[in-house]
């Protein structure tokens, strides 16, 4: 049997203990020595170290000399900054695609997307909701093209998602969030530029202003 190499194994590991701490199983708070966290990943300390540099850059980790490594908490005006940047951002990206008149062929990814969000409403399943949301917003940058507002967004992407993870059954389930991604998909194929992007700034100051009201209300910014 082929042994991994190291750079496989350094993915391997910032793969999964990205993913535990994107669904919380890691929580914000949360801390681990080195040996208890490559322990749980049934590997050396070696390549974890290097995966944890990486998530560090992330800003889901802060490795801690002697003390090991602490998941960084979900604060108030952390998520006020990213949703201010994904703001910012994405409605332009939105105006960029309407006004290239993209076909339902190539907006497939996110007409797919929204029937994923559809049906995990249907299912009851909040985390797979928020796993085709989060599917759509990169979709929409992937389709954009610009590689640099991927790259920027992905790292906010992770951040929030955390606290979505968490306070999504604190709220009403997301139907008229799922409802305005359609909206917006309706208006880039009708090539309505400032109706695609203004359906979409607000989808995002709604969501922002709703997320920040839950975290001072539950007093979550301690998570």
């Known amino acids: 049997m082929m042994q991994k190499s190291r750079s496989s194994l350094v993915n391997d590991a910032y793969r999964r203990l990205k993913q535990e701490i994107r669904s919380n199983r890691l929580p914000p708070g949360f801390h681990g020595t080195e040996p208890e966290m490559a322990e749980r990943l049934g590997m050396s300390r070696t390549p ?8 560090e850059a992330d800003g889901l980790v ?12 979900i604060l108030p005006q952390d998520m006020k900054e990213i949703y201010e940047v994904l703001t910012a951002i994405e409605p332009e990206a939105v ?18 997307a929204t029937a994923r969000m559809e049906q995990a409403l249907d299912d009851d399943d909040l985390e797979a909701w928020a796993n085709a949301d989060d599917e759509f917003h990169k979709e929409l940058l992937i389709l954009h093209g610009n590689k640099r507002f991927l790259s920027i967004a992905s790292l906010l992407f992770d951040q929030a998602h955390r606290a979505r993870v968490i306070t999504l059954r604190m709220r009403e389930k997301p139907y008229r969030s799922t409802a305005e991604h359609k909206t917006v998909v309706e208006h880039i194929i009708k090539g309505e530029i400032e109706e695609a992007r ?25 998570l």
């Open 198 to 222: 203004n359906v979409y700034r607000e989808h995002r100051e709604r969501a922002g202003a709703e997320l920040l009201a839950i975290l001072a209300k539950y007093k979550l910014q301690q």
């Open 48 to 55: 974890l170290r290097e995966a944890l540099v990486l998530l």
């Open 62 to 73: 802060e490795m801690k000399p002697r003390r090991g490594i602490y998941i960084l908490p």
């Open 95 to 112: 105006a960029v695609l309407a006004a290239r008149k993209l076909s339902e062929t190539e907006l497939k990814p996110l007409i797919d």
